[in-house]
T-cell receptor, first 114, second 114 residues
Framework: DTAVSQTPKYLVTQMGNDKSIKCEQN?????MYWYKQDSKKFLKIMFS???????INETVPNRFSPKSPDKAHLNLHINSLELGDSAVYFC?????????????FGDGTRLSIL | AQSVAQPEDQVNVAEGNPLTVKCTYS??????LFWYVQYPNRGLQFLLK??????LVKGSYGFEAEFNKSQTSFHLKKPSALVSDSALYFC????????????FGTGTQLKVEL
């Protein structure tokens, strides 16, 4: 049973295209996150949703638009892809925003822009 | 603003020897501290956390970490390293003020050799 699952695992596309990454968690958590890990393995939060409401929105280009249809899903849509968007994108979830419980991560989506 | 420093990009240790991966933090108020491990092509996996209480925290796979408030450190340790411990280790901090924003260090690659 995969706790946090992301699709697709690999995504190779041309500059300028629009693409989406999907994330689902079956842990019953209220809070979900998107992180970006660059080629140097640096990990930075992009967005966080709690019960379908946006609570963290870091300085991310508005080409990135998260959407949470329900608390078990958090998708990431990226418009007009650029070379610098190449990275591994991780979805994560946790029990709640003020919880001291750890975040649970998916295995990542490896996005390569040609 | 909260921050985490992992001063070593890589730590090499022989199997059977003790290992230490260093982490120092900066945060307003009492910190919530976490260690995660990342294996190749996988997401981050939670190892252990410090919230309050005993300064020595025990976690998964025989790892432990020592919280030192005066030195603002949270070093990860293991008494006897295994080759299978070779991975990328991340320290993370969350401030006490609510929200669930984790700030990660830059990661330390641990290499355990025979």
């Amino acid at each position: 049973d995969t706790a946090v699952s992301q699709t697709p695992k690999y995504l190779v596309t041309q500059m300028g295209n629009d693409k989406s990454i999907k994330c689902e968690q079956n842990l019953g958590h209220d809070t979900m996150y998107w992180y970006k890990q660059d080629s140097k393995k640096f990990l930075k939060i992009m967005f966080s949703y709690n019960n379908k409401e946006l609570i963290i929105n870091e300085t991310v280009p508005n080409r990135f638009s998260p959407k949470s249809p329900d608390k078990a899903h958090l998708n990431l849509h990226i418009n007009s892809l650029e070379l610098g968007d190449s990275a591994v994108y991780f979805c994560a979830s946790s029990v709640g925003t003020n919880s001291n419980q750890p975040q649970h991560f998916g295995d990542g989506t490896r996005l390569s822009i040609l | 603003a909260q921050s985490v420093a992992q001063p070593e990009d890589q730590v090499n240790v022989a199997e059977g020897n003790p290992l230490t991966v260093k982490c120092t933090y900066s945060v307003s108020g009492n910190p919530y501290l976490f260690w995660y491990v990342q294996y190749p092509n996988r997401g981050l996996q939670f190892l252990l956390k410090y919230i309050t209480g005993d300064n020595l925290v025990k976690g998964s796979y025989g790892f432990e970490a020592e919280f030192n408030k005066s030195q603002t450190s949270f070093h990860l340790k293991k008494p006897s390293a295994l080759v299978s411990d070779s991975a990328l280790y991340f320290c993370a901090v969350r401030g006490p003020g609510g929200g669930n924003k984790l700030t990660f260090g830059t990661g330390t690659q641990l290499k355990v050799e025979l």
